[in-house]
């Protein structure tokens, strides 16, 4: 028998909807439910694509024993992370500042007014290395609501306050200095032997990457210091970046990468696929320049259309890392299953490229693919071949499944990835699945326009919008994948509907000191509003939103919106001097702006002497770039340019100076 999560849109909240527990979707009914009974209220988050999530789920929810205690005990609420960030974010720092770690599944209790005061991630079945059984710990916090109320009380207050608890924010600009002195601070934490930073488990990197590509791209005299941290940065960049295509957490058949490596080596990934790794890796590949670059950027941008691609156009959050109950098996191979396939020849060499052994590199004997030394000269053919066998037998395995949701934010960062990738190689199927992916966001995501603009919503599903509001990082992602629209189509619309979305984030989401919450002021209330300007997986909601001012501001011209991206960088100053992995996408935004950024305007027809101006203006990092026959946009920028002796020709400025226009690529790189 369904419970009532049968009613939700959400795919995990729908995978919970045949449990016995009697869940409750987030909402006041919930917490009246828990006064009515004077029972706490039982919190669990985690993702449609978490593994732990689905074995908590097996040995607990799906228990009917488990359930009746909860059912008699708890009035249980499942939340599902990626629909409501802002209900996570709460609940992660307080397990955090319980437990000192946080992760998927997510539990926590709380009482009737939402304060925690018990917080963990996973629990087992059954008692496990020192840790509690799941029953264990609802028996103990059961029996503490019942006959110990004040200590709850206390600790539910103290967890409150905490929460509340305003960070001092010391405003100061980023300067140039500040952004050279945090490379260092990244080079102390550099894994020199097998790229990346830290150790186990390990996530791509990939907001400090793009800090890293711009930097290495300044000037710098040779034997200076600065020339050394140049140096520096460019090998961080380039060991990283192929030790990632090279290892498992890169999908050698299919392209997309995944979630993270459980290993230091990148040998072993958490095989779910998540929408925002791919989107940012695919722009970070394909602005690299290189023939690795160009490859990932290939095979992620097909990756991303062929398995993530819905019916109306945008994109789904994630791919499961299970199938057939288990993690990673529809990945990995044995050297008796690449035989099979490709018979004893080219099964035998393809074991030894991609790291196929007999002892295996994963669980019960198999292995990830790895290509460390990806072939070439005539063996580039021969792995042509031996790669379309592979992924024709593959797909005659289980698929994972697939999180069909719509999450705004990360199409955003999928929209910006396929452009940069179109810029790059020119395929165009990609700029039309970016420009239809964006028209889903406006027709579908964004609502209630009218005289006060127009909000935006998070997540929709088969064409419908969910009810859940648009947080900072939805604004400032898909504002940016607008702007990045604007430039590449040289559609002056695309900035209108980034307009909308950056005047909201400065009506409803801006704080006293120049920053920004990570909700709306006129937002659901809860325990406290969440704001955390540091990057996680993806980027946070205020670097993004400085990311949509600072190219927005570039293509109209209109510096407000640059003046509120610099007072919002100035509030991230403490966090990027400390701890620059987790600053990586506001100092790569600061880097742009200590360049300008150089705004180029590209006027022409098309034609090759075009193209080659404009492959000229793309290489160089940071700068926004529009592309137009004369008088063909509405761009501010591109107002009163025109060809230059009836050739096209390249305007570039900074700073409200502008240069000569060129016609020469040379002169203009």
């Not at 970046?241 to 890169?250: L, R």
């Not at 030394?373 to 992924?391: K, M």
Request: net charge negative; proline share 6%; with cysteine.
């Amino acid at each position: 028998m369904a419970n009532r999560l049968a009613a939700a849109t959400s795919p995990y909240l729908l995978q919970h909807a045949d449990n016995p527990v009697d869940w409750w979707e987030w909402g006041p009914e919930a917490f009246a439910e828990a006064r009515r009974r004077d029972v706490p209220v039982l919190l669990s988050v985690g993702y449609a694509a978490c593994h732990w999530c689905h074995v908590m789920a097996h040995e607990s929810f799906e228990d009917e024993a488990t359930a009746a205690y909860l059912n008699e005990h708890y009035v249980s609420i499942k939340v599902d992370r990626e629909e409501r960030p802002d209900v996570d974010a709460v609940y992660m720092q307080a397990t955090t500042a319980m437990t000192g770690h946080g992760g998927w599944p997510m539990t926590c209790v709380l009482d009737h007014e939402g304060s925690p005061f018990f917080a963990g991630t996973y629990f087992p079945e059954t008692p496990r290395h020192g840790q509690p059984s799941f029953t264990q710990v609802l028996q103990g916090l059961a029996e503490a609501w019942r006959e110990r109320g004040e200590d709850v009380r206390r600790v539910a207050d103290n967890l409150r306050e905490h929460l509340n608890a305003s960070a001092a924010l010391t405003a100061a600009p980023i300067t140039a200095d500040a952004v050279e002195q945090a490379v260092g601070v990244l080079a102390g934490e550099f894994d020199p032997m097998a790229g990346g930073f830290g150790g186990a488990p390990k996530f791509p990197p990939s907001m400090v990457l793009e800090l890293l590509r711009r930097f290495a791209a300044r000037p710098a005299a040779e034997g200076s210091p600065m020339a050394e941290r140049v140096k520096e940065a460019r090998h961080m960049l380039g060991r990283t970046v192929q030790a990632m295509a090279g290892g498992g957490m890169y999908d050698q058949l299919g392209g997309g990468f995944a979630r993270y490596s459980v290993d230091r080596g990148w040998v072993v990934p958490h095989f779910e696929k998540m929408l925002y790794d791919n989107g940012l890796l695919l722009a970070l590949h394909a602005r690299l320049g290189t023939g690795l670059g160009d490859r990932v950027a290939r095979e992620t941008a097909e990756f991303l259309l062929r398995e993530l691609r819905t019916p109306e156009g945008g994109f789904a959050s994630a791919l499961d890392a299970d199938s057939e109950g288990a993690e990673g098996t529809f990945y990995v191979w044995t050297p008796e299953q690449l035989t099979e396939v490709l018979g004893p020849d080219d099964g035998a060499w393809a074991a030894d490229l991609l790291g196929v052994t007999p002892a295996g590199t994963f669980e019960h004997g198999t292995s990830t693919l790895q290509l460390r030394h990806p072939p070439g000269g005539e063996d580039l053919q021969r792995w042509a071949d031996v790669r379309r066998r592979l992924v024709a037998a593959r797909e005659e395995r289980v698929r994972p499944a697939r999180d069909d949701k719509v999450v705004a934010a990360w199409n955003g960062l999928a929209i910006s990835g396929l452009v940069a990738a179109w810029q790059r190689l020119g395929e165009q199927d990609w700029l039309d699945a970016a420009v239809a992916a964006g028209r889903l966001l406006v027709d579908v995501h964004l609502v209630d326009a009218g005289e006060g603009g127009a909000r935006l919503r998070r997540v929709s599903r088969d064409g419908a919008v969910g009810t859940p509001a648009g947080v900072l990082e939805d604004l400032g992602c898909v504002a940016t994948a607008f702007v990045d629209l604007a430039a590449a189509t040289a559609d002056g619309t695309w900035l209108d509907h980034a307009r909308l979305l950056l005047d909201d984030a400065l009506d409803r989401f801006r704080a006293e000191d120049g920053g920004f919450h990570d909700t709306a002021v006129d937002a659901e209330a809860l325990v406290a509003r969440p704001r955390d300007p540091s990057d996680n997986a993806s980027p946070s909601g205020l670097s993004a939103t400085v990311h949509a001012l600072v190219g927005f501001a570039a293509l109209t011209g209109e510096e407000a919106y640059r003046d509120a991206a610099e007072e919002a960088l100035a509030t991230v100053a403490t966090l990027a001097e400390k701890a620059p992995r987790f600053a990586g996408w506001s100092l790569a935004a600061a880097e742009a702006m200590l360049d300008g950024p150089r705004e180029i305007a590209v006027v022409g027809r098309p034609g090759e002497e075009r193209d080659a101006l404009a492959r000229a203006a793309l290489a160089l990092p940071g700068a926004v770039v529009v592309v137009a026959a004369p008088g063909e946009s509405a761009i501010p920028l591109m107002q009163a340019r025109d060809e230059v002796g009836g050739r096209p020709a390249a305007y570039v400025c900074r700073h409200h100076v502008c240069a000569a226009p060129t016609t020469n690529p040379a002169d203009l790189t």
